[in-house]
């Protein structure tokens, strides 16, 4: 079973993926992203759909016209795990 992150993991969130903020009320980080237009974004989500799955790990995600919000929060663990600190990571370098 996958396991929550430690106070510790936790506690390195702002460095490890520091883009990535808290989900009030949730056990989640979440980023927001602005494109320059709609097929820039949804070309974006298509190369974050391809990483989700090389991680097993899927996002909760939405997408109107220019602007992406991604949600990562492990379900099987009841929150935020290493998984999702590995996929915010991998979604960064697409950004880089």
């Known amino acids: 079973m996958v396991q929550k992150l430690t106070d510790a993991e936790r506690g390195n969130l702002g460095t490890t993926v520091p883009d990535w903020l808290p989900v009030a009320g ?18 974006f989500m298509a190369r974050v759909a391809l ?6 790990h ?6 109107v016209w220019n602007r992406v919000d991604i949600v990562l929060s492990t379900h099987d663990a009841g929150g935020l ?14 950004l880089a």
Do not use: M
């Open 26 to 43: 949730r056990d989640a980080i979440q980023r927001s992203l602005k494109f320059r237009d709609f097929n820039e974004a949804w070309g």
């Open 51 to 56: 990483l989700a799955e090389k991680h097993d």
């Open 58 to 63: 899927h996002p909760e995600w939405s997408n």
């Open 81 to 94: 795990s290493a998984r999702d600190v590995k996929l915010a990571q991998a979604i960064d370098k697409l």
